[in-house]
Nanobody, 128 residues
């Protein structure tokens, strides 16, 4: 059974950093694509970043987070990380990781409907 558990959220001041973790079990990182999404209060869910291990790690980011967020994967622990730097108030929301059994390659992240497995979410609040 595939399960995802997010952690690392919290309250941080603008300009600060957080590292989110998505621990994946039930399927090997080598065969999947993992996406990070977020949802602010009253807003639609949006894609933040995605990761897939092929011959070379493939990553993509939303324009709003490019240059500030970095996604990476660790095969040894089957975990995908989202390093978030220079955080802004508009980064506030619940962050979810999702996965599906395919290896994506492209310049844009797969949409949320392409993923069949989701974590429970972790709250990120950027506020002074």
């Amino acid at each position: 059974q595939v399960q995802l558990v997010e952690s690392g959220g919290g309250l941080v001041q603008p300009g600060g950093s957080l590292r989110l973790s998505c621990a994946v079990s039930g399927i090997t990182l080598n065969y999947i694509t993992v996406g990070w999404f977020r949802q602010a209060p009253g807003a639609a869910r949006e894609s933040v970043s995605c990761f897939s291990q092929r011959r070379y790690n493939n990553t993509a980011y939303a324009e709003s987070v490019k240059g500030r967020f970095t996604i990476s994967g660790d095969s040894a622990t089957n975990t995908v990380y989202l390093q978030m730097d220079s955080l802004k108030s508009e980064d506030t929301g619940v962050y979810y990781c999702a996965t599906e059994n395919f290896r994506w390659s492209g310049s844009r992240c797969p949409p949320g409907n392409d993923y069949g497995f989701w974590g429970q979410g972790t709250q990120v609040t950027v506020s002074s």
